[in-house]
């Protein structure tokens, strides 16, 4: 699978730049196969701190990212999302 090149348009250069790691993000982990969710462990999902890119404040990824943000956590091997300002794991069992 291919993404295209993001082409710029007369966006500020903070939002073109996002735009862009966006794109290269999606590249990164996009494969033959589909997207691969990026992976953490539960200390680094909960407990870890980390810088917050707009205030510098440390806190969590959970506090960090998004509504609708996704991981495979390897810990305990489930995929997590963030709903709601909340984590909440996606069922697991058997498929179909």
Do not use: C, F
Not at 57 to 75: C, D, F, K, Q, R
């Amino acid at each position: 699978m291919n993404l295209p090149t993001y082409l710029r348009n007369n966006e500020a250069a903070e939002q073109q730049s996002y735009h862009e790691e966006l794109n290269q993000t999606l590249r990164d982990n996009l494969s033959e196969n589909g997207y691969i969710l990026p992976s953490v462990t539960q200390n680094e999902l909960t407990v870890n701190l980390y810088p917050h890119p707009q205030t510098g404040v440390l806190a969590t990824l959970e506090n960090i990212m998004p509504n609708g943000t996704m991981w495979y956590e390897s810990t305990n091997d489930e995929v997590v999302v963030k709903i709601g300002g909340a984590l909440r794991k996606l069922d697991n069992s058997a498929y179909p």
